[in-house]
């Protein structure tokens, strides 16, 4: 029913042989049947094998999640390592190098789009293998099926190692060997239906009230519900109302989150403790994830029994407005949070919508808008929520609606190739509207962001003259408002105009000031976007500056540290295009392979992203020989050619211009238009990860291999080992503080802690651990 491991294997030899089989063809494999059923665990248990071989893996719950590209930023929450590219295929190449990997993608079924995301996932890093499971067949091309049904009824004569039989055993901790009880257990296993989820929330039960009163509670009733309905009805009062209340947590939350959403009433204590009697009784979960603070999870079906509960109830006006308040707070803590807890982030403003003044959700929804630029399924999410908003033509004061037109330029549908001119005037005339409107508000701070936002629109609108005019006016309202941050960009902004006019000298003026404030300041669009323009100027003309200016390498790992991935692109474009020029191009495939891979991450919310790494590559192919790629790449450019001068440097500018012409002059015109009407058929969304393929052939990369069988984990801590030693005699939590004297709450995240470290989901693997390793009491 809910995470990996927690309902272990028993019965299912069948089904993970065919799992691993799946697997080794290399082909999308899900796991499908109903809830409770065991998919998880049989998802754990095959990457467990894997793991063994020294193959990765990383745990993806995406329950909660309802796009493609929110669930490309749950992928990315979930990597190891700090700092990685917001690209999905380049943070897997960042974190494992090319190194075999089962990427496990956990209750699938509401994801749109999900096909395409692992077809591009898969095709961006070649050594990934898509796990997933659901109710049902995702219905991919190469997809591999694996249906896992309930386990057999059991009769009251079956003999004890009955499948169904052994899994209660395991989790009520009583011997089955008197005939009574077994029958009892039967009992139990058939009115559960067989559902491993079901079987062990009524075990859980019988440590307390034994087996024959649990049998006779349940007699009569059928599957799950029956299940959970018990189950709830043996909770203390406390537990119960928590539960109800978890229920409006869409993803995985913390303790300090439960502290902030769940009300006791006139009850005294710690919330945490009801987490804790609800995880005895198997109703919340802890989160599989990277290390950090515990999280918890409810199972699907647990959740759909409590939300039914809350809505039924009077809670559910005050649970809802406590947790919008939490999550519109966390909205604004940082990218890494907006990733990993935007399910409850966008809940939150959905409940603000639902209850609250347009315009006080409107607002809420601007300013929580420049946190998700980075992170491409929130800002997507949000835009779209933003232009419903002002689809709706209420009145808004004019301050805010120009916020909320600026904040809305990605909603464009219909973005592709011969489209393109019609989103770039689109958006252009969206800015102008945004900026009339907070010009006759006389609001400056947000003249000011729409000022900075038409700037950034350039390679989109292609609108030199109001982007140069923007760049001067914010320049002198940065001024007179004293925003030493805003100045610092509108600097950077102004220099790159000045550059494009020929005066070099007030091009490096204005971009060393731009650096230099940015630096005292802490804006790093500044820092690393001055730093790249000066970079391209001759070394004469650089400033010397302290801390001195960074190499080309060094202010792609700046801009990749800083979020910047704008910058990062025309940073690995001037990289791509200097091997080049040295003959270095497999080194130039390699850097425009990277820059795919960003592009392919902003390809939704940025129609031209991959346009300038497909210009880059048309030259490097040709200059390997590889004419017939080459041709491929000219005719994806051709027609978008207006577009390629904004998004390559006008060094590399001439190359392109160079080779195109010669494309044109020795490629048959019959080939030619048979290439163009692939191209066209594709769009540039489905060309880059083509682009990526050739770019790592031409790169000469090879994958990293396994490292061989995984070690047992070495590195739990002393209290971690004593834990663990009580957890696999079968003391709860509360039995554990006693014992080492601590807080069930410490146990609790030592718990989760040792459930990380070994990679399994509950205390029924960490318990096999122990046994297998000897740490028992």
């Given at each position: 029913?809910?995470?990996?491991?927690?309902?272990?294997?028993?019965?299912?030899?069948?089904?993970?042989?065919?799992?691993?089989?799946?697997?080794?063809?290399?082909?999308?494999?899900?796991?499908?049947?109903?809830?409770?059923?065991?998919?998880?665990?049989?998802?754990?248990?095959?990457?467990?094998?894997?793991?063994?071989?020294?193959?990765?893996?990383?745990?993806?719950?995406?329950?909660?999640?309802?796009?493609?590209?929110?669930?490309?930023?749950?992928?990315?929450?979930?990597?190891?390592?700090?700092?990685?590219?917001?690209?999905?295929?380049?943070?897997?190449?960042?974190?494992?190098?090319?190194?075999?990997?089962?990427?496990?993608?956990?209750?699938?079924?509401?994801?749109?789009?999900?096909?395409?995301?692992?077809?591009?996932?898969?095709?961006?890093?070649?050594?990934?293998?898509?796990?997933?499971?659901?109710?049902?067949?995702?219905?991919?091309?190469?997809?591999?099926?694996?249906?896992?049904?309930?386990?057999?009824?059991?009769?009251?004569?079956?003999?004890?190692?009955?499948?169904?039989?052994?899994?209660?055993?395991?989790?009520?901790?009583?011997?089955?060997?008197?005939?009574?009880?077994?029958?009892?257990?039967?009992?139990?296993?058939?009115?559960?239906?067989?559902?491993?989820?079901?079987?062990?929330?009524?075990?859980?039960?019988?440590?307390?009230?034994?087996?024959?009163?649990?049998?006779?509670?349940?007699?009569?009733?059928?599957?799950?519900?029956?299940?959970?309905?018990?189950?709830?009805?043996?909770?203390?009062?406390?537990?119960?109302?928590?539960?109800?209340?978890?229920?409006?947590?869409?993803?995985?939350?913390?303790?300090?989150?439960?502290?902030?959403?769940?009300?006791?009433?006139?009850?005294?204590?710690?919330?945490?403790?009801?987490?804790?009697?609800?995880?005895?009784?198997?109703?919340?979960?802890?989160?599989?994830?990277?290390?950090?603070?515990?999280?918890?999870?409810?199972?699907?079906?647990?959740?759909?029994?409590?939300?039914?509960?809350?809505?039924?109830?009077?809670?559910?006006?005050?649970?809802?407005?406590?947790?919008?308040?939490?999550?519109?707070?966390?909205?604004?803590?940082?990218?890494?949070?907006?990733?990993?807890?935007?399910?409850?982030?966008?809940?939150?403003?959905?409940?603000?919508?639902?209850?609250?003044?347009?315009?006080?959700?409107?607002?809420?929804?601007?300013?929580?808008?420049?946190?998700?630029?980075?992170?491409?399924?929130?800002?997507?999410?949000?835009?779209?929520?933003?232009?419903?908003?002002?689809?709706?033509?209420?009145?808004?004061?004019?301050?805010?609606?120009?916020?909320?037109?600026?904040?809305?330029?990605?909603?464009?549908?219909?973005?592709?190739?011969?489209?393109?001119?019609?989103?770039?005037?689109?958006?252009?005339?969206?800015?102008?509207?945004?900026?009339?409107?907070?010009?006759?508000?006389?609001?400056?701070?947000?003249?000011?962001?729409?000022?900075?936002?038409?700037?950034?629109?350039?390679?989109?609108?292609?609108?030199?003259?109001?982007?140069?005019?923007?760049?001067?006016?914010?320049?002198?309202?940065?001024?007179?408002?004293?925003?030493?941050?805003?100045?610092?960009?509108?600097?950077?902004w102004v220099s790159m105009a000045a550059r494009t006019a020929g005066d070099a000298e007030g091009a490096v003026r204005l971009a060393t000031s731009a650096v230099v404030r940015g630096r005292e300041h802490g804006d790093p669009v500044s820092t690393t976007a001055g730093a790249q323009l000066l970079l391209t100027l001759p070394e004469e003309l650089r400033p010397v500056l302290d801390p001195p200016l960074p190499t080309l390498e060094e202010l792609l790992e700046d801009c990749i540290r800083l979020e910047q991935p704008f910058t990062a692109m025309t940073v690995l474009g001037a990289l791509a295009h200097q091997a080049h020029a040295r003959?270095?191009?497999?080194?130039?495939?390699?850097?425009?392979?990277?820059?795919?891979?960003?592009?392919?991450?902003?390809?939704?919310?940025?129609?031209?992203?991959?346009?300038?790494?497909?210009?880059?590559?048309?030259?490097?192919?040709?200059?390997?020989?590889?004419?017939?790629?080459?041709?491929?790449?000219?005719?994806?450019?051709?027609?978008?050619?207006?577009?390629?001068?904004?998004?390559?440097?006008?060094?590399?500018?001439?190359?392109?211009?160079?080779?195109?012409?010669?494309?044109?002059?020795?490629?048959?015109?019959?080939?030619?238009?048979?290439?163009?009407?692939?191209?066209?058929?594709?769009?540039?969304?489905?060309?880059?990860?083509?682009?990526?393929?050739?770019?790592?052939?031409?790169?000469?990369?090879?994958?990293?291999?396994?490292?061989?069988?995984?070690?047992?984990?070495?590195?739990?801590?002393?209290?971690?080992?004593?834990?663990?030693?009580?957890?696999?005699?079968?003391?709860?939590?509360?039995?554990?503080?006693?014992?080492?004297?601590?807080?069930?709450?410490?146990?609790?995240?030592?718990?989760?802690?040792?459930?990380?470290?070994?990679?399994?989901?509950?205390?029924?693997?960490?318990?096999?651990?122990?046994?297998?390793?000897?740490?028992?009491?």
């Amino acid at each position: 029913m809910g995470s990996a491991g927690g309902l272990g294997l028993v019965g299912r030899d069948a089904e993970l042989d065919a799992v691993r089989r799946a697997l080794d063809s290399r082909a999308l494999v899900a796991i499908t049947g109903l809830p409770g059923v065991g998919r998880s665990a049989l998802a754990a248990a095959a990457a467990a094998e894997l793991a063994a071989d020294g193959v990765a893996s990383v745990v993806v719950p995406l329950r909660a999640v309802e796009d493609s590209m929110g669930a490309a930023d749950a992928v990315l929450a979930e990597l190891p390592g700090d700092n990685l590219s917001t690209s999905l295929p380049e943070a897997l190449w960042e974190a494992y190098d090319g190194a075999p990997v089962v990427v496990v993608l956990e209750d699938v079924d509401r994801v749109e789009g999900l096909v395409e995301l692992v077809t591009g996932l898969r095709a961006g890093y070649p050594g990934a293998t898509v796990l997933c499971t659901a109710l049902r067949p995702l219905h991919a091309p190469d997809e591999r099926v694996v249906r896992v049904a309930a386990l057999s009824l059991p009769g009251d004569d079956a003999p004890r190692d009955h499948p169904a039989l052994l899994v209660f055993a395991e989790h009520a901790w009583i011997d089955l060997d008197d005939p009574a009880v077994r029958a009892d257990a039967a009992r139990i296993c058939r009115e559960a239906g067989g559902l491993p989820g079901s079987i062990v929330l009524a075990a859980a039960r019988v440590r307390t009230l034994g087996p024959s009163v649990v049998a006779h509670a349940l007699a009569g009733h059928d599957g799950i519900d029956a299940a959970l309905g018990w189950t709830f009805e043996l909770l203390t009062k406390a537990a119960q109302q928590t539960l109800v209340q978890l229920s409006v947590f869409v993803g995985p939350f913390q303790l300090d989150a439960v502290a902030a959403v769940v009300d006791r009433g006139p009850t005294s204590g710690d919330p945490a403790d009801d987490v804790l009697e609800l995880v005895d009784a198997h109703l919340v979960e802890p989160s599989p994830g990277r290390e950090g603070e515990a999280r918890f999870v409810l199972p699907g079906p647990v959740r759909r029994f409590a939300r039914h509960l809350l809505v039924s109830g009077d809670l559910a006006d005050g649970v809802r407005d406590r947790h919008a308040l939490y999550y519109g707070n966390r909205g604004r803590a940082g990218a890494d949070i907006v990733r990993r807890e935007w399910p409850d982030i966008a809940a939150a403003l959905d409940h603000a919508l639902d209850t609250g003044r347009l315009d006080d959700v409107l607002a809420a929804a601007v300013a929580l808008a420049p946190d998700v630029q980075e992170v491409p399924g929130a800002k997507a999410s949000l835009e779209e929520r933003i232009g419903d908003l002002l689809a709706r033509d209420q009145p808004v004061p004019d301050r805010l609606r120009a916020q909320a037109l600026m904040w809305s330029t990605s909603t464009f549908t219909g973005g592709e190739s011969g489209d393109m001119q019609r989103v770039g005037l689109w958006t252009a005339r969206r800015l102008a509207e945004a900026a009339g409107l907070a010009r006759e508000s006389g609001d400056g701070p947000a003249l000011l962001a729409v000022l900075d936002r038409t700037v950034r629109s350039l390679r989109i609108t292609l609108d030199l003259a109001s982007a140069v005019a923007a760049a001067h006016e914010g320049l002198e309202l940065a001024r007179r408002l004293d925003d030493q941050r805003a100045l610092s960009r509108f600097e950077c902004w102004v220099s790159m105009a000045a550059r494009t006019a020929g005066d070099a000298e007030g091009a490096v003026r204005l971009a060393t000031s731009a650096v230099v404030r940015g630096r005292e300041h802490g804006d790093p669009v500044s820092t690393t976007a001055g730093a790249q323009l000066l970079l391209t100027l001759p070394e004469e003309l650089r400033p010397v500056l302290d801390p001195p200016l960074p190499t080309l390498e060094e202010l792609l790992e700046d801009c990749i540290r800083l979020e910047q991935p704008f910058t990062a692109m025309t940073v690995l474009g001037a990289l791509a295009h200097q091997a080049h020029a040295r003959g270095e191009d497999p080194a130039a495939a390699r850097w425009i392979w990277r820059l795919l891979m960003i592009g392919a991450n902003r390809q939704r919310t940025e129609p031209m992203a991959t346009l300038g790494g497909v210009a880059l590559l048309l030259s490097v192919a040709l200059a390997l020989g590889e004419e017939e790629d080459a041709a491929r790449l000219r005719e994806c450019t051709r027609p978008l050619e207006l577009f390629v001068p904004y998004c390559i440097g006008p060094p590399a500018m001439v190359d392109y211009q160079r080779d195109t012409a010669r494309l044109d002059d020795t490629v048959p015109q019959d080939r030619r238009a048979a290439l163009a009407g692939e191209v066209a058929a594709q769009g540039m969304a489905k060309v880059n990860p083509w682009a990526q393929d050739l770019a790592r052939r031409l790169a000469g990369h090879r994958p990293a291999s396994p490292t061989g069988r995984a070690d047992a984990p070495t590195d739990l801590t002393p209290r971690e080992l004593e834990v663990l030693a009580e957890l696999a005699s079968g003391r709860t939590n509360r039995e554990i503080a006693e014992i080492l004297g601590m807080s069930a709450k410490t146990v609790m995240h030592h718990s989760v802690a040792i459930y990380r470290k070994l990679g399994v989901r509950g205390r029924t693997g960490a318990t096999a651990w122990a046994v297998e390793h000897g740490v028992t009491r």
